[in-house]
């Protein structure tokens, strides 16, 4: 039930509540103001309730960028936590016009530096971003990677290098994501095991979870959109097998 808590709030926030206040403005202008307001707004809240900058006051000074898991869990960051909020500020980032009063520079600093932060949790010995840490990264929990979170990670990335205009940070994030597929196509994650598709984790079928749904739509996802940034026939090749 942890895994899926963030998601809640961040539906009941950004669709749930500016679809009800649309129902009473009846315009298209109006919806994307609201949903783009409330988009905003959950990411302040976040940053102010739940962000981490190490020792430093503002994102410019910081060497990264991190979340913590709740305020109720405040010594514990999860990968996936971190990569959704990057997906949605890299998103956040191609929205146009720009919301007022806010400030897309801070927004590409938060991004930018939240990928340095997760650099720490990745594996260099065997691939993939381990799943948690405390929230500086310092004490990453040796654990099994997980192929959702992984290619929810890719798809991060993937956006995060539509969003920016520098061509060498492209190419930084479009290599990052190369790397993830990487992960998911050799780590053993994918076997004929039922017919095939991905494991939930590198503990393959240690765990009740097997190879969920979630999994193997997030690898397609990932697979059908680096196909269409890099054009490598290959990636298009595994979304159609993962479907």
Request: glycine share 8%; hydrophobic share 40%.
């Amino acid at each position: 039930m942890r895994r899926f808590a963030l998601s809640a709030t961040a539906i009941s926030l950004v669709i749930l509540w500016p679809a009800h206040a649309v129902a009473q403005t009846g315009t298209g202008t109006d919806e994307v103001q609201l949903r783009v307001g409330a988009a905003t707004a959950t990411q302040a809240a976040t940053r102010a309730r739940l962000g981490v900058l190490g020792d430093a006051f503002s994102c410019a000074e910081a060497r990264f960028a991190a979340y913590r898991r709740s305020t109720s869990e405040p010594s514990v960051t999860d990968q996936w936590y971190v990569a959704s909020q990057l997906w949605s500020d890299a998103l956040l980032l191609g929205v146009s016009p720009q919301p007022s009063g806010w400030d897309p520079v801070d927004a590409r600093c938060y991004l930018d530096k939240g990928f340095v932060f997760l650099d720490r949790l990745w594996d260099y010995s065997g691939a993939g971003y381990f799943a948690r840490s405390n929230p500086v990264g310092t004490s990453v929990e040796d654990s099994p990677r997980y192929g959702d979170d992984n290619a929810l990670s890719g798809l991060a990335l993937l956006d995060a290098a539509i969003s920016t205009t520098d061509p060498r940070a492209a190419q930084q994030y479009t290599h990052a994501a190369r790397r993830e597929a990487d992960f998911l196509l050799q780590s053993n994650l994918w076997d004929e095991t039922f017919g095939g598709g991905f494991w939930w984790n590198t503990g393959l079928g240690n765990s009740a979870e097997g190879k969920p749904a979630q999994t193997n739509a997030l690898a397609a996802l990932f697979f059908a959109r680096l196909y269409a940034a890099t054009g490598e026939a290959s990636y298009r090749d595994w979304s159609q097998r993962t479907l």
